[in-house]
Every structure is written in C-alpha cells, then in structure tokens.
C-alpha cells in the first residue's frame, strides 16, 4: 500500500482500514503521510491501559502527543495481576488515570477489574490487609476521581467493583464524575461464603450506602447494577 496509493479510492482505503486491528494499524501510519493521516485516527479511538508500570507511563506520555489525543474516544483499565505492583507502581497508575483530561474528546470509560477477584472473609474488625485488587481499584478510582473534569464523558463502566467500603464513592470529586454521565453500568464482585450474602456479615454496607447516595445525587439516565 505504499505505492499507487493516490490511485486508490478513499473510501476503498477507509473501509480496508476499518477492518484492520490496531496493531496492523500502527504498521501502516509508518508507510507514508497519507497512510499515517489516515490510519492514526482509527489507531487511537480507543485506548488500552493495563496494571503494568510500562503501560501507565505509556499512557501518560500519549496525554502530552498533539497529534493524538484529539482522536481518542474511549479508555479502557484492564487489570491482569499476574504480576503485582509495587506501591510506586500503582501511584504510577493512578497518575496516568488521572491524566485522563488530556484526551478532550473522551467519552467513554471502561475499568475493568475483574481479572483480581477478591477472597476475603468476614470482618470481625477493620484490622485487615486489603487485596491487591482492592489497593489497584482504589489507585484507579483515585486517579479517575482526582483528575480535572471530563466535559465529554457520556458512558462510564466499571466491571468486578470490589464491594468494601470505599469513601472515594462518597466523595464530591466522585459525585462531579457521576453528573456527567448519561450511562453507568456496574458488576460488583462480593465474597463467597459458602453460597451465602450477608452485608452486614462481610462489611459491605457502608459501600453500598456510599453508592446509593451517590446515584441519587448524580441522577444518570441510564445505571445498571449487578451484583455478584
């Protein structure tokens, strides 16, 4: 495709490029101009941050490239622990979420969680020592939170949502995220405790009210919630 490229109709080029991944995408902005303008848009609508210290500082270096971040329409936090953070490592991440103003015409969020699990039992007092699923859903919720508005955020998903309690939920930088939204869809992921649910058992009603309260002061359109 790096010759006779302007023989070739647009629309036959843009619809090649659709059905390409990204990958393949980022190959072919290195043939020329032309190829790079036309496939650095489609390269960058979405982006993918995972746990990794690699991913978060390259996510952030994207934040400060020009020529990026006016294409980028939907961020994705996808969480593997297979390898677990240090406590730098997950500033580092919380960081790069935190970022996320860079990209103007972001407008949708995706933090996937569900990869940690959670294996807890019940609480007998709050002398516990939170999972690193809980330490890395804290860093990103902080992050997310803590950063400057996001005007065009329509569509937020969290999936495997730890249910502890979590006062980042109850907090106004939170509730100014949840105003934007015309969207929230929410999975939770709870104990398992031989089959049973017990909320004041597991210490979980605190989040719940947190959330509740939440919902109610942001008034979004659409919310769906499961609860596992």
């Avoid at 210290?53 to 939907?74: D, H, M, N, R």
């Avoid at 969207?183 to 104990?191: A, N």
Wanted: a negative charge; charged letters at 20%; glycine letters at 8%.
């Amino acid at each position: 495709m790096t010759q006779g490229t302007s023989d070739v109709p647009l629309e036959l080029i843009q619809t090649i490029l659709g059905l390409l991944q990204r990958p393949e995408l980022l190959t072919i902005r290195a043939a020329n101009k032309t190829m790079d303008a036309l496939a650095t848009p489609k390269a960058f609508t979405e982006i993918v941050v995972q746990d990794r210290v690699q991913s978060a500082e390259g996510f952030i270096g994207l934040q400060s490239c020009e020529k990026i971040v006016g294409y980028v329409k939907s961020v994705v936090f996808r969480g593997s622990a297979e390898q677990e953070l240090t406590d730098d490592g997950l500033v580092c991440v919380s960081q790069a979420m935190k970022g996320l103003s860079g990209f103007p015409p972001l407008s949708s969020l995706r933090l996937d969680f569900s990869n940690f699990g959670e294996n807890w039992s019940p609480l007998d007092d709050e002398d516990y020592e939170p999972s690193y699923g809980l330490k890395m859903q804290r860093a990103v919720l902080e992050g997310v939170s803590s950063g400057a508005p996001l005007p065009e955020l329509k569509w937020l998903t969290i999936k495997g949502l730890i249910t502890r309690p979590c006062d980042i939920l109850a907090s106004e930088s939170f509730a100014v995220l949840l105003r934007l939204l015309e969207t929230l869809e929410v999975e939770t992921t709870g104990p398992d405790l031989e089959g049973t649910y017990a909320p004041d058992e597991i210490g979980d009603t605190d989040f719940w009210d947190h959330m509740m309260t939440a919902l109610a002061a942001a008034q979004v359109r659409n919310v769906s919630i499961l609860a596992n």
